[in-house]
């Protein structure tokens, strides 16, 4: 698997990365094991995980993998830190950001993450503790890079300015955003500003929740997340006729390409300007070869622009 660099930073990440959300809720130890094996055999290197997956279980099953199957250096850790609001203080809050590193740290086993992704914007806490807390982190071994989650590009912006300024600060060097050819909202701000500055983006559901497949074309899968009552909320809120028509095109491609939906939506992805890395869940390791598989895949330049105008945000 290619890899590539994280915006203008040094940090480099396979382009397809492997979520872990559904770790501890779906998907138990021997199948998560298999899946990440897979994956570090294949090539790939970036692992993203919150601690707000199982509630810490997820984080607490990639530990036992790093501990038994796979090694800790031959990984790209990302973890997503902030938890609600609590007695430490706000989401953003210094002790609640830092109290949270060190509980995910524990829980995987490790003493530092190579991207420590931070709530995008927090009303209550001012920008500058926040990136104070990234500063102790990295000052004291616990991170290496620090990115955004979901934030605006104008957040995105003021964000990075505000770290320059205090010189002393680490500048993210990453932006985790929804994006996929349902998805596209992040084109008109998110991707101009993080270019600007140097910002790589990280694309989760990059299949449009499972909807680009094409499995739900003819109704819903009993084994699918949209069967799921806890998942079917967030497979639903892509499923409307603007997504019909571009599901429509992408199964077209698929089928003049001789390859599946699930590649050519995995693609289209994977090489738009800026992305860094495109994370993909899995159910099992059959599901993740799939998607693995993508790497050999390039799109040609005129499926490329049938997908850019079927899709382009109304």
Same mark, same amino acid.
């Given at each position: 698997m290619r890899h590539r660099r994280v915006g203008a930073s040094g940090l480099q990440v396979s382009r397809i990365g492997l979520g872990t959300m559904t770790w501890g809720d779906g998907v138990d130890t021997e199948a998560a094991t298999e899946q990440l094996v897979a994956f570090v055999n294949g090539g790939g290197t970036f692992v993203e995980t919150a601690d707000i997956y199982s509630d810490g279980h997820s984080q607490e099953i990639l530990g036992k993998i790093m501990a038994s199957s796979v090694r800790r250096e031959d990984l790209v850790i990302a973890g997503r830190g902030g938890l609600p /609001?609590?007695?430490?203080?706000?989401? *953003? /809050?210094?002790?609640?950001?830092?109290h949270a590193l060190d509980a995910t740290l524990r829980r995987l086993g490790i003493d530092h993450l190579d991207l420590w992704q931070l709530?995008?914007?927090d009303v209550e806490v001012p920008l500058e503790e926040m990136l104070s807390a990234v500063q102790v982190a990295v000052l004291t071994?616990?991170?290496?890079?620090?990115?955004?989650? *979901?934030?605006?590009?104008?957040?995105? *912006?003021t964000v990075a300015e505000r770290a320059r300024v205090l010189s002393s600060v680490t500048v993210p060097i990453s932006a985790q955003v929804e994006y996929s050819l349902l998805a596209r909202s992040a084109d008109a701000e998110l991707i101009p500003a993080a270019r600007h500055h140097g910002v790589g983006l990280i694309a989760w559901a990059p299949l449009g929740r499972g909807v680009?497949?094409?499995?739900?074309v003819n109704g819903t899968p009993a084994d699918s997340r949209g069967a799921s009552p806890l998942l079917a909320p967030y497979v639903e809120a892509r499923r409307?006729?603007?997504s019909a028509r571009i599901v429509h095109a992408v199964l077209t491609a698929a089928d003049g390409l001789g390859?599946?939906?699930? /590649?050519?939506?995995l693609a289209w992805v994977?090489?738009?300007?800026?992305? *860094?890395?495109?994370?993909?869940?899995?159910?099992?390791a059959a599901q993740l070869s799939a998607s693995m598989a993508t790497e050999t895949i390039e799109l040609p330049a005129e499926i490329r622009s049938a997908l850019d105008d079927v899709s382009v945000p109304v």
């Open positions: /609001a609590g007695v430490l203080g706000e989401g *953003a /809050a210094r002790g609640t950001l830092l709530p995008g914007w071994g616990r991170v290496r890079y620090a990115g955004l989650v *979901a934030p605006s590009g104008w957040q995105l *912006a680009l497949t094409g499995k739900y409307n006729e603007r390859t599946s939906p699930l /590649a050519v939506a994977r090489d738009r300007p800026g992305i *860094a890395t495109a994370v993909v869940g899995a159910r099992d």
